[in-house]
């Protein structure tokens, strides 16, 4: 037997797609369900919870962090009128995302340029992470940079599993991180609850929460 360590590497290319319809299957897996009615059903609830926490209006900037094609985004602005950067590690899913909004008031960039933008004083009133953080090989990075983005008042909503499943090129991995843990230190906790089965696949909301944070004062 080798002594030598199995070197795992973090595969992002799963997320890469070529199609709308493709892309939804990534986005909303089927679970016990199917990803029709998890999008039918997950994507008013989830921005009736989002707009009652945020409160969002006109005036409002929002950043949907792991945008995938825009789901989130595209409730948010037909139901609230605000405007929404989504950023999003897969180049076809940002592509396709504007697309599929239909909204001026939607853009997409990456995380280079969500930095760079930061770096240059972007702060926004709110940030969204809905099934994105679990699907991080670095967390915390895109936790601090969350922070970072988010003005001194500025609001997280996060819907994610409890753990983290990450993509790598010998299949889906749990990288032991805990999120919830993770997401406490780095912000205030306003309120934290299950995501019920009514309003997502059975299976999912067995290990899922939802999460309501607060930037902390520096």
Same mark, same amino acid.
């Given at each position: *037997?080798?002594?030598? /360590?199995?070197? $795992?590497?973090?595969?992002?290319?799963?997320?890469?797609? !070529?199609?709308? %319809?493709?892309?939804? !299957? +990534?986005?909303?897996?089927?679970?016990?369900?199917?990803?029709?009615?998890?999008? !039918? $059903? %997950?994507? @008013?609830?989830?921005?009736?919870?989002?707009? %009652?926490?945020?409160? @969002?209006?006109?005036?409002?900037?929002?950043?949907?962090?792991?945008?995938?094609?825009?789901?989130?985004?595209? %409730?948010?602005?037909? =139901?609230? #009128?605000?405007?929404?950067?989504?950023?999003?590690?897969?180049?076809? *899913? !940002?592509?396709?995302? /504007?697309?599929?909004?239909?909204?001026?008031?939607?853009?997409?960039?990456?995380?280079?340029?969500?930095?760079?933008?930061?770096?240059?004083?972007?702060?926004?009133?709110?940030?969204?992470?809905?099934?994105?953080?679990?699907?991080?090989?670095?967390?915390?990075?895109?936790?601090?940079?969350?922070?970072?983005?988010?003005?001194?008042?500025?609001?997280?909503? $996060?819907?994610?599993?409890?753990?983290?499943?990450? /993509?790598?090129?010998? #299949?889906?991995?749990?990288?032991?991180?805990?999120?919830?843990?993770?997401?406490?230190?780095?912000?205030?906790?306003?309120? +934290? #609850?299950? *995501?019920?089965?009514?309003?997502?696949?059975?299976?999912?909301?067995?290990?899922?929460?939802?999460?309501?944070? =607060?930037?902390?004062?520096?």
């Amino acid at each position: *037997m080798s002594d030598n /360590p199995v070197t $795992v590497s973090y595969n992002p290319d799963i997320f890469e797609v !070529r199609s709308i %319809e493709e892309a939804k !299957r +990534i986005v909303l897996t089927a679970e016990d369900s199917t990803t029709e009615e998890r999008w !039918r $059903v %997950e994507t @008013p609830y989830l921005a009736e919870s989002i707009g %009652e926490y945020l409160k @969002p209006d006109a005036s409002s900037l929002i950043v949907d962090y792991g945008c995938g094609i825009g789901r989130i985004a595209k %409730e948010l602005i037909e =139901r609230y #009128g605000c405007s929404v950067i989504g950023v999003d590690i897969s180049t076809s *899913m !940002r592509q396709l995302a /504007p697309g599929y909004v239909g909204n001026a008031r939607f853009a997409t960039c990456s995380w280079s340029a969500v930095d760079a933008q930061i770096d240059h004083g972007l702060r926004v009133d709110a940030v969204i992470a809905i099934w994105s953080l679990q699907h991080s090989p670095k967390v915390a990075d895109d936790i601090a940079r969350i922070a970072r983005a988010l003005k001194p008042d500025g609001h997280l909503y $996060v819907c994610n599993l409890d753990r983290a499943v990450v /993509p790598t090129d010998v #299949g889906w991995i749990d990288t032991g991180f805990d999120i919830k843990a993770l997401l406490a230190d780095a912000f205030v906790e306003i309120a +934290i #609850g299950p *995501m019920l089965p009514e309003h997502t696949s059975g299976a999912i909301a067995e290990r899922a929460f939802i999460g309501k944070y =607060r930037k902390r004062s520096d």
